[in-house]
């Protein structure tokens, strides 16, 4: 079973940066899918940033292009999600996600919208709260 651990929200002012970290445990797995998701209250759960172990290619959704970068440490076992420039309706509840298998259909731009439905292991949510 695969176990991941988010944390690092809180809250920060507009134009702030926060970074988020998922640890995962134990996490020596070869083939896997890595992402950073978030909701908001009545939306669905979006797909923001990915990162497969077929590359290092990372994909990011539009909206936090060239503002949120992505990491992953393999040594450490840790996601990274380094936020700057946030804006209020970054303001969601974060989580990370994992799938024992490189999907790079859905971790690409065309196909992040789906890769919420592809997951099979969710940490826990870390709420990011930015106020104007």
């Known amino acids: 079973d695969v176990q991941l651990q988010a944390s690092g929200g809180g809250l920060v002012q507009a134009g702030e940066s926060l970074r988020l970290s998922c640890v995962a445990p134990?996490?020596?797995?070869?083939?896997?899918?890595i992402g950073w998701f978030r909701q908001t209250p009545g939306k669905e759960r979006e797909g923001i940033a990915c990162i497969t172990s077929s590359d290092d290619n990372i994909v990011y959704t539009d909206s936090v292009k060239g503002r949120f970068t992505m990491s992953w440490d393999n040594a450490k076992n840790t996601a990274y999600l380094q936020m700057a420039s946030l804006k209020p309706e970054d303001t969601a509840v974060y989580y990370c996600?994992?799938?024992?298998?490189?999907?790079?259909?859905?971790?690409?731009?065309?196909?992040?919208?789906?890769?919420?439905?592809?997951?099979?292991?969710w940490g826990k949510g870390t709420l990011v709260t930015v106020s104007s």
């Open positions: 134990g996490f020596t797995f070869d083939d896997y899918t």
């Open positions: 996600a994992t799938i024992l298998a490189a999907l790079t259909f859905y971790c690409s731009e065309r196909g992040l919208d789906t890769l919420p439905d592809t997951m099979s292991y």
